[in-house]
């Protein structure tokens, strides 16, 4: 079983391994004292070991994990020399492969996407370019999606920047239904239900669209054809749209630099 280190333990880093660990991961795990009170905490509930800095990760380590913010890969670069061919795999948003390899020439570097929810093994998991022994670590943490070029794997990212967006939403709708009455805990109950309704009918109709299956329910004369005709007309998924594409130009900007 391979050795993992982890350089940055954040929140998203400590649902990685509670994942990996809860997975079947067996391996050593090796975390940076960055964070400590995290990094202790993790080090006594999931068996890992809080070394002394990020070269002391790196130096114990098959496989580095990446986890600091994208402003900081440079600072990490300049404190670290990994060993050739050592696997890198980043979870620095808007951080190319190209800028990754310029930062760190020995590295074999990937990147990789999760959510939170990989504390739950129920995260979308999203790697780039395909590599097996990164998908072998991961696959565990939920739905693994492999990407080939890094122009998918940028909308991948605006996909997952919906995660939060979609927490709106919910809350928007959850708050009408208590502010019509029903008591909180029975409203937020309603919103999920028909979400994981929506999304267990999606994943069992794979040959069938979104809309098409929108459509099927909200037929001409029923309540829900009536409530949608309201929102056909109003400009929501137009601001979603926006949204998107601010994203995606930002993480083109980032990744590609004027020359």
């Known amino acids: 079983m391979q050795s993992l280190g982890i350089i940055g333990v954040g929140e998203l880093t400590e649902s990685i391994v509670r994942g990996l660990r809860s997975g079947g991961f067996t391996g050593v795990i090796m975390l940076s004292p960055r964070n400590t009170e995290r990094a202790q905490t993790l ?31 440079t600072s990490v670069a300049n404190e670290v020399h990994l060993k050739p061919g050592q696997k890198l795999i980043s979870l620095a948003a808007g951080i190319s492969l190209k800028q990754l390899r310029t930062a760190f ?27 097996a022994a990164t998908a072998n670590l991961l696959e565990t943490l939920g739905q693994l999606v492999t990407l080939k070029d890094e122009d998918s794997f940028e909308l991948a990212t605006v996909a997952a920047c919906m995660n939060s967006w979609f927490y709106f939403l919910l809350h928007d709708l959850e708050q009408w239904l208590s502010e019509k009455g029903l008591p909180a805990d029975q409203a937020r109950a309603l919103v999920l239900g028909n979400i994981k309704d929506c999304v267990g009918s999606a994943e069992s109709n794979p040959d069938k669209s979104l809309q098409s299956l929108g459509w099927a329910i909200a037929t001409p004369g029923t309540f829900s054809a009536e409530g ?28 590609r630099p004027p020359q």
Do not use: F, Y
């Open 43 to 73: 080090a006594e509930e999931c068996a890992c070991q809080v070394l002394q800095d990020n070269q002391a990760v790196v130096d114990c380590s098959e496989t580095v994990l990446l986890g600091v913010r994208p402003e900081h890969i």
């Open 105 to 131: 020439p020995q590295a074999d570097c990937v990147r990789a996407m999760l959510s939170c929810a990989a504390k739950l093994n129920r995260s979308t998991v999203v790697v780039c370019p395909p590599d």
């Open 228 to 255: 949608l005709s309201v929102l056909m007309h109003q400009p929501v998924s137009a601001n979603w749209g926006a949204a998107c594409e601010v994203v995606l130009d930002a993480l083109l900007t980032r990744t």
